[in-house]
């Protein structure tokens, strides 16, 4: 029952998403938990200028819940389900309309800055019809409650807000897609980079574990790239690796994780496939290379294994498919 609901949740968030949640959970739960964190540390640092404040029950709710999905997000936890982590959003920006509630009303004005906060993490990961909605709904409330509280200015703060708020996120989104781009993706191939291909394997084996899904992984080189580099130069080597790159987009499913390991080196992360799924997978690739030819090494997840054993054991499988060609 929580696997098909946890199912359900994510198919109807997902359209609500940039890019796949797969590819984005990682990066995603490692922001929201830094933002909870802060968010816990000065709302516990308010808590203690504040001693007077008639609010402070409510105030310590929310720093109660920061520190606990600071914990929960953390680190990847292979019994928490998907869609806790997309319904943060939401969640966090009831909380900061919450506090135009709680917020003593000559305090209120500084409660502005977690608006920009909260929807720069928005727009950086959701797409444009969301943060449109959020946006809207977001600030008609904020304007009810702080109109109807009698809140000094109400209109120039809350202009000065929604304006401050869209012109940060424009501006950080375009900066952050950019960095993102740079620091998760091989600028040649275009596929992840290392560090963010694991990344990303650590979370799908966790949740592999949760689902009781198989999870296949291959890693591979290709044969004799160091005699074309050679001989025709690094240009031409260049053009393998990228024409490697597209076939492997080409033969793969939108839920594959591909990375450039490094040099020559590339693997292969398959959700839900068995290791013989695997390796018709890396046929279909040999065939559409042609006479550019890999070694690859196929392994499924075993009970025991962690990322680093089982890249082990790809890399040893690897190792002796080439053995054989020589």
Same mark, same amino acid.
């Given at each position: 029952m929580k696997i098909v609901v946890d199912k359900l949740m994510c198919n109807w968030l997902k359209p609500w998403f940039k890019l796949d949640i797969n590819q984005t959970l990682v990066e995603f739960n490692e922001l929201a938990s830094m933002l909870y964190l802060g968010v816990g540390f000065i709302g516990s640092v308010s808590l203690m200028l504040l001693?007077?404040?008639?609010?402070?029950?409510?105030?310590?709710?929310?720093?109660?819940?920061?520190?606990?999905m600071y914990w929960l997000f953390s680190t990847p936890r292979a019994w928490l389900p998907l869609w806790p982590s997309f319904v943060q959003v939401p969640v966090g920006l009831s909380i900061v309309?919450?506090?135009? $509630?709680?917020? /003593?009303?000559d305090l209120i004005h500084f409660t502005a800055f977690l608006y920009p906060l909260?929807?720069?993490?928005?727009?950086?990961?959701?797409?444009?019809?969301f943060f449109s909605m959020a946006m809207a709904l977001t600030f008609l409330a904020t304007g009810i409650i702080i109109a109807h509280r009698?809140? /000094?200015? $109400? /209109?120039?703060?809350?202009?000065?807000?929604?304006?401050?708020?869209?012109?940060?996120?424009?501006?950080v989104n375009k900066t952050a897609s950019k960095l993102h781009q740079l620091a998760k993706f091989d600028s040649l191939t275009g596929l992840m980079n290392r560090h963010f $291909?694991?990344?990303?394997?650590?979370?799908?084996?966790?949740l592999t574990r949760r689902e009781k899904q198989p999870l296949s992984i291959v890693f591979f080189d290709i044969d004799k790239f160091k005699k074309i580099n050679d001989e025709q130069g690094h240009l031409e080597g260049d053009k393998v690796l990228k024409r490697v790159s597209e076939m492997l987009k080409n033969v793969s499913r939108e839920s594959d994780l591909h990375g450039r $390991?490094?040099?020559?080196?590339?693997?292969?992360?398959?959700?839900?496939?068995?290791?013989?799924q695997a390796q018709?997978?890396?046929?279909?690739?040999?065939?559409?290379?042609?006479?550019?030819?890999?070694?690859p090494g196929v392994v499924s997840l075993l009970d025991g294994d962690d990322l680093k054993s089982l890249l082990n054991r790809a890399d040893s499988a690897m190792y002796d498919v080439k053995m054989t060609k020589r």
């Open positions: 001693p007077d404040f008639n609010g402070r029950n409510w105030l310590a709710i929310c720093i109660v819940y920061a520190f606990a309309v919450s506090l135009q $509630w709680i917020i /003593p009303l909260t929807f720069i993490f928005t727009f950086h990961f959701y797409s444009r019809a009698g809140v /000094p200015f $109400w /209109p120039v703060y809350l202009a000065t807000t929604f304006g401050a708020t869209l012109l940060l996120g424009l501006i $291909w694991e990344a990303s394997v650590n979370h799908l084996i966790a $390991w490094g040099g020559d080196e590339f693997a292969i992360a398959l959700p839900n496939t068995n290791k013989i018709a997978l890396i046929d279909r690739l040999q065939i559409d290379l042609g006479n550019v030819k890999v070694s």
